[in-house]
């Protein structure tokens, strides 16, 4: 263990240039990841989580661009990588797992052999022996009879084990930080938990940070010790998962955990609902970005931005925790 | 209070090939004698993971496809006997919600025009009489009365759901199903979703189908719940009683598994296992056997059908009776 964070984000702004205006889609987001550690990003879709990850393995799509800021790995400013380090990077020391485990396969080439593609690859072993650790690798994640399923093509798979797969895929050079977009978004409850126990045990056995993207707060609690919660492209709150959920700051994020129904205590017949909808990516308000939707609001809020505040361990983007704030962010 | 809708025994099959050469080949049981009644101006929740059948039990009940054996019974009528006056009739009285709002709209309408094909199918209304209505229904679901001038495609999904859900409406029907109609929304508008369609069913007392994956919405929107698996309903109760007293180990399962706000993480390694469709369910026997943490042998070989267990719950597993 060193001082220097796995990944550090800083002040990152990804702006697409459209027809219609600028969308400024990440505004200076700013946040580390240490080794080993699982990390939440939440939001609701059109918040920026995305494309932020598409920054860090930069593939922001064109007419995207990296505005400013810079994404340290391990030190290391990615943005100064050549293409050939990137394509290293991509898949050996970060993988991704996609929402859509059956869009990330390809369905003409078998589950086995595309998993054993990427060791391959990075690796630049035989096609034999990178097979062998494909199986192996399939096996780790559960799934049963390996030599067979690997052979299989990935119409032949469930759900819950096409994601298996492409976990097994993704962790095939033990990478130090996996990107999991939404994995568990488009299964049902009870492989839903499967997979949150498998990517808990990747990160036990492996000693693998991940960056896990969700826009369900209650998946996120589950496995994340810190959670970062972004509105409108912008940071609004972060902090250890046992404060932000017993104590959550910022009025977007208390107001989406009150929307939440529940499974115990009483049930309301209304549900406490953010009023509005969040703004168009086009026509962000000068001040804060959730003053329109906002309870507390106030006069400054729609004047000027908010910075994003330190409160002891935790930040929050909103003014009035200035008092509480021992310093600011940005 | 009446029975507004009941199943008796409603299936539906569906054979895997219409080629003769195949047609020995197993169908598919995708409802299998599903019995319930939903009393007028109630919410029935239904509930289930993806390919349980409850998405063909709502559209079963519409007759929007034709049942393998069974019946659908509306105010006391067989709405399988209905002829076509009756039928058109039945159309209006119940409607559906789907979960995407975009697939539900015309995208070369405008809001006004997909809203006014109802009224033009009963020959209802003059054109002012038509665009009062809608723009008094319109104000009702939170929404400008001149976004009616528009296109589906200048709204987010949770207007456009509004504006669903205000053509749901439109025709005033007795009976609605709305078949996972926050599923595709975000968090902060889920919420508003479900709070409108609260408003507007204390207000038009229609009587409601909630299909849902999400046992969460279910317990907050429900007066009475039926839980699917694999084509059977396993459980069924009132709201408070399913969620105070869960029998069946599938509705076990399902509650443990489902999505709660943990202030420590932890995950659970040690809940139910396996996919719904890993394997073709027995012939006999129980539907959840495979997956089942409290199996026996003799669940693999005896039926089980729904039991009466006190309080009007009913569970179909004989370890829970």
Redesign the interface.
């Given at each position: 263990m060193n001082d220097i964070p796995l990944l550090e984000v800083k002040n990152l702004k990804v702006y697409f240039y459209l027809r219609d205006g600028v969308v400024k889609a990440v505004e200076g987001a700013s946040f580390k990841i240490q080794r080993g550690e699982?990390v939440g990003l939440a939001g609701?879709?059109g918040c920026g989580k995305s494309v932020t990850t598409q920054a860090i393995l930069r593939l922001v799509p064109a007419p995207g661009k990296v505005e400013e800021g810079e994404i340290l790995l391990n030190g290391k400013n990615i943005f100064e990588f050549s293409t050939e380090e990137m394509r290293n990077i991509r898949g050996g020391k970060i993988a991704i797992i996609f929402q859509n485990a059956l869009a990330a396969l390809n369905p003409v080439i078998s589950v086995g052999e595309q998993i054993a593609d990427v060791y391959r690859d990075h690796k630049g072993v035989g096609k034999k022996k990178s097979l062998l650790q494909a199986v192996d690798m399939m096996r780790r994640v559960g799934i049963k009879m390996p030599e067979e399923r690997a052979k299989q093509y990935a119409h032949e798979f469930?759900?819950?084990?096409q994601q298996r797969a492409v976990i097994a895929a993704s962790l095939m050079c033990t990478p130090d930080l996996i990107i999991a977009d939404e994995p568990t978004t488009a299964l049902?409850?009870?492989?839903?938990?499967?997979i949150?126990?498998l990517?808990?045990?990747a990160q036990e056995t492996y000693g693998t940070a991940i960056l896990y993207i969700s826009?369900?707060?209650?998946?996120v609690?589950?496995?994340?010790?810190r959670v970062i919660i972004m509105y409108a492209g912008e940071i609004v709150e972060s902090a250890r998962?046992?404060e932000l959920?017993?104590d959550p700051l910022h009025p977007y994020t208390q107001?989406?955990?009150s929307?939440?129904?529940?499974?115990?205590g009483g049930?309301e017949?209304?549900?406490?609902?953010?009023?509005g909808?969040?703004p168009k990516p086009t026509e962000y308000p000068t001040g804060c970005r959730f003053a329109p939707r906002c309870s507390f609001v106030e006069e400054r809020c729609r004047i000027e931005r908010p910075r994003l505040l330190n409160i002891g361990e935790r930040m929050v983007r909103c003014i009035r925790y200035e008092d509480r704030s021992n310093g600011n962010f940005d | 209070m009446a029975t507004l809708i009941e199943t008796v025994s409603l299936t539906k099959f569906y054979k895997p090939s219409q080629i003769w050469i195949l047609s020995d080949l197993k169908s598919v049981k995708a409802v299998d004698n599903v019995s319930f009644k939903i009393e007028e101006g109630q919410i029935y929740g239904l509930v289930g993971e993806s390919g349980c059948g409850k998405t063909t039990v709502g559209r079963l009940i519409l007759r929007l496809i034709e049942p393998t054996a069974g019946q659908v019974w509306f105010d006391g009528k067989n709405v399988m006997e209905f002829k076509s006056a009756e039928m058109k009739e039945y159309r209006r009285n119940a409607q559906i919600i789907f979960q995407n709002p975009f697939s539900s709209m015309n995208p070369r309408r405008t809001i006004f025009d997909s809203l006014s094909v109802g009224f033009d199918n009963y020959g209802m209304g003059s054109r002012t009489e038509r665009k009062q209505w809608l723009e008094e229904l319109m104000q009702r679901v939170g929404l400008e009365p001149d976004f009616l001038a528009r296109y589906p495609h200048q709204f987010s999904g949770g207007q456009l759901q509004r504006i669903v859900v205000a053509r749901a409406l439109s025709l005033k029907p007795r009976f609605i199903v709305a078949d996972e109609p926050v599923a595709s929304l975000d968090v902060s508008i889920q919420a508003q979703i479900l709070n409108l369609i609260r408003v507007l069913q204390e207000e038009y007392k229609f009587t409601l189908l909630f299909i849902s994956h999400d046992l969460r919405v279910i317990r907050h929107m429900s007066d009475s719940v039926g839980v699917m698996y694999m084509g059977s309903l396993v459980e069924k109760a009132s709201k408070d009683e399913l969620f105070s007293r869960p029998k069946h180990p599938y509705t076990q399962a399902l509650l443990d598994a489902a999505p709660r706000i943990e202030l420590k993480p932890q995950v659970r390694g040690d809940l139910i296992q396996g996919e719904v469709w890993d394997k073709a369910p027995l012939d006999k026997g129980c539907v959840f056997y495979y997956r089942c943490t409290k199996r026996v042998d003799e669940c693999m070989t005896t039926p089980q059908t729904l039991q009466e267990i006190g309080n009007d719950h009913q569970v179909a597993c004989m370890r829970a009776v």
């Open positions: 699982i609701e879709s469930s759900g819950g084990m049902d409850v009870t492989i839903q938990m499967q949150l126990a990517l808990k045990h826009h369900d707060l209650a998946t609690s589950r496995i994340c010790e998962t046992s959920y017993g107001g989406l955990l929307s939440i129904p529940t499974l115990e049930t017949r209304y549900l406490k609902a953010i009023e909808q969040p | -």
